[in-house]
C-alpha cells in the first residue's frame, strides 16, 4: 500500500499563489507516476497535473498550464504543485494521486492511490 498526505491548502485572493505538497510513503517503490486532481462543488473530478517519479517528464491540463507548476522532491518523497496567479474557478478540493503504471494519464481510474484532499478557495 501507498499512502498520501496532501498539505498546503487554503484560503487566498485571486492573482495569489500557493503551493501544495504531497507526501508519499509506504511501497513507494511501486509508483511510477504521481499526479493531481481537482473537483469543485457540483462538478466531476479532473485532471490537474502528472509527473513521473523521477520528474522528468510532466503533464499539465490545458486550463493550468503557464500557471500551475508540478514537481518532484525526490529527497523528501514528495510531489508539489506551485499554483500562481490563481483564479476563483481554481477554487477545489486537490487530490493527490500515485499510479504503478507507466504514462502520465489524465483519468482517474487509472491511478492506484488517492489522498484524502486538500481545500484550496480563491476569492475574487
Known amino acids: 500500500q501507498v499512502q498520501l498526505v496532501e498539505s498546503g491548502g487554503g484560503l487566498v485572493q485571486a492573482g495569489d499563489s500557493l503551493n501544495l505538497s504531497c507526501a508519499a510513503s509506504?511501497?513507494?517503490?511501486?509508483?511510477?507516476?504521481m499526479g493531481w486532481f481537482r473537483q469543485a462543488p457540483g462538478k466531476v473530478r479532473a485532471f490537474v497535473a502528472a509527473s513521473s517519479w523521477s520528474g522528468d517528464m510532466t503533464s499539465h491540463a490545458d486550463s493550468v498550464k503557464g500557471r500551475f507548476t508540478i514537481s518532484r522532491d525526490i529527497a523528501k518523497n514528495t510531489v508539489n504543485l506551485q499554483m500562481n496567479s490563481l483564479k476563483p474557478e481554481d477554487t477545489a478540493v486537490y487530490y493527490c494521486v500515485a499510479s504503478q503504471r507507466g504514462s502520465l494519464s489524465r483519468t482517474w481510474a487509472e491511478y492506484d492511490y488517492w489522498g484524502q484532499g486538500t481545500q484550496v478557495t480563491v476569492s475574487s
Open positions: 509506504g511501497r513507494t517503490f511501486s509508483v511510477n507516476v
